[in-house]
């Protein structure tokens, strides 16, 4: 059975940092792109970043270029987001999901970026 279990999240003020991570277990997680979404309140999830199964290739919202970094460590079965400059914009429960699989949504994880 797939379970993505993410943490890290919380409270930060604007322009801070934090470093998300999402354990996968229940599949041969280092044969899968890995990708980070987020949802906001009152918006519809989105697709945050990916990750390819050797780290070769990432991918970036253009509303986190430049201010996220995706990577993974296959032999911990886990994926990471390193946040930096966050933006109250920001504010969303993250959550991650093996790339284009029909996986369950988790619980995320809660960030909030607010003064």
């Known amino acids: 059975q797939v379970q993505l279990v993410e943490s890290g999240g919380g409270l930060v003020q604007p322009g801070g940092s934090l470093n998300l991570s999402c354990v996968g277990t229940?599949?041969?997680?280092?044969?899968?792109?890995m990708a980070w979404y987020r949802q906001a309140p009152g918006k519809e999830r989105e697709l945050v970043a990916t990750i390819t199964s050797a780290s070769t290739n990432t991918y970036y919202a253009a509303s986190v270029e430049g201010r996220f970094t995706i990577s993974r460590d296959n032999a911990q079965k886990t994926v990471y987001l390193h946040m930096n400059s966050l933006k109250p914009e920001d504010t969303a429960i993250y959550y991650c999901r093996r790339w284009r699989q029909n996986d369950s949504w988790g619980q995320g994880t809660q960030v909030t970026v607010s003064s």
């Open positions: 229940g599949f041969t997680f280092g044969v899968y792109v």
